[in-house]
């Protein structure tokens, strides 16, 4: 086995490691994987790892790789299986390894795979993922005895305890729902047909069995493409909701009983309310492309709105940081550290939704009825050079300040005006710069997307049709 690897630079990302499968990432890197994450784990005083995978071709392979690598290590390695991305992080802290490994490509295209990780209790992110990356280079690996291997399979418990949270009214069953549930042949199917066996109402399952040629639909639920398989079934069935997830169970989407999507903000509007009459005055974290209603009415409802930086692994460190009980993000990635783990688990997610609406008397289109009016662009994003996008919303904000605009440098720049808001910011995962928009009104953003053009346009950026 040699002794040193190096990773094609792109698949070392800010929240995970990702590729191309023959391409970018191969058997060997899932080795490499092992054998540096294992050294982390080894350093942080950690025995054993558990391992997931997901439902894509090439799981298999590299989810033997990674072992063979994590085990080198002289750490015990625990299987929990094939299943979404929520269980392998459920796995990790319910059995106390000292770490987790999740084999997943997640909404990706099927020739796509990677790896999600946690080290101990906290999420592995950033500079830690970089470093993996170095000590691969450098062949600086632990070594041991090697390693036991063992099953753990953990999807039952799994389902268990998404159970144990279902809530309907005091004393009585709740109204009774119909749910139409699309898995989209991902990572969640197996899990999503054994809870809606347990859950009350009508259940209608689409795309249960996984399959990583994904043969119905792309599975990413913020697409709206993706959804119209739901859309179809909640008509047809007469359904009060449809629930959808990517393809691996960590981000959610939501389809209401007249086939309109429900955006993450939307969804945690719904999912805030319940939390902040139980606790009043808590903090509830949404990223900064959220939409100003969402932050709003998290205040009415009692709490302390706070907006951060867009990414999984960022909110999740926030939260602990900060004890917020919910937070989430447009992409559908929702926390709950209420009654939960703090991790985003899209499975989780939909039996909270469902408790809440079947102690309802309103209906979830009617609840979202009563949200305020608002105008906005899609998120967009367009091409801009690695070595610029950072470069260019500083610049963008460096004009702003000067001309005392009200803005937030959490994550680009979010800038208030009159008309409502507008966000630019770099990705942290692509050649990107991603910018949107809010208004009351058409004309209102009209002129915040001119104003994003204008500030484009000064920094020599061809600026977006949109």
Known sequence: MSNTHRFEPTVLREYDIRGIVGDTLSAEDARAVGRSFGTLVREAGGQAVCV?????????????????????????????????????YYATLTLGAGGGVMVTGSHNPPDYNGFKMMLG??????????????????????????????????????VDRLVQDYRSAEGREGRPL???????????????QQLTARL???????????????????PDPTVPENLMQLQQAVADHRCDLGVAFDGD????GVVDGRGRILWG??????????????????????????????????????????MYRTGHSLIKSKMAETGAPLAGEMSGHIFFADRYYGFDDALYAAVRLLGILSRSEQSLAEIRDGLPDVVNTPELRFPCEEARKFAVVKE?????????????????????????????????????????????????????????VAQLRESGIVPPQF
């Not at 169970?249 to 959610?252: A, E, F, L, Q, V």
Request: with cysteine; hydrophobic share 45%; aromatic share 6%.
């Open 52 to 88: 997931g995978y997901d439902g894509r071709l090439s799981s298999s392979e590299m989810e033997a790789a990674l072992i063979d690598g994590l085990s080198s290590c002289g750490l015990e390695v625990w299987r929990v299986g094939l299943g979404p991305t929520p269980m392998l």
């Open 396 to 452: 963008v904000k460096q004009r702003l300040q000067a001309q005392d605009a009200d803005l937030s440098d959490i994550d680009g720049v979010r800038v208030r005006t009159a008309d409502g808001w507008w966000l630019l910011r770099a990705s942290n995962t692509q050649n990107v710069l991603v910018a949107r928009c809010e208004a009351r009104d058409q004309a209102g953003l009209e002129r915040l997307k001119q104003a994003v």
């Open 178 to 192: 119909t749910v139409a549930w699309d898995a989209g042949n991902g990572a969640a199917g197996q899990a999503m």
């Open 265 to 306: 903000d939307q969804l945690m509007v719904v999912l805030a309310r319940e939390i902040l009459a139980e606790k009043p005055g808590a903090t509830v974290i949404a990223d900064v492309k959220a939409s100003q209603v969402l932050f709003d009415e998290i205040a009415r409802a009692g709490g302390e709105p706070l």
């Open 200 to 218: 009350p109402g009508r259940h209608i399952i689409l795309n249960e069995v996984i399959d990583g040629t994904f043969p119905a639909h792309h």
């Open 121 to 158: 209790k906290k999420a592995f992110y950033g500079a830690a993922i970089q470093r993996m990356g170095e000590i691969a280079e450098a062949g600086a690996y632990a070594e041991g005895s090697r390693g036991a291997v063992s099953d753990r399979p953990v999807l039952d418990a799994y």
């Open 249 to 252: 169970g960590d981000r959610i």
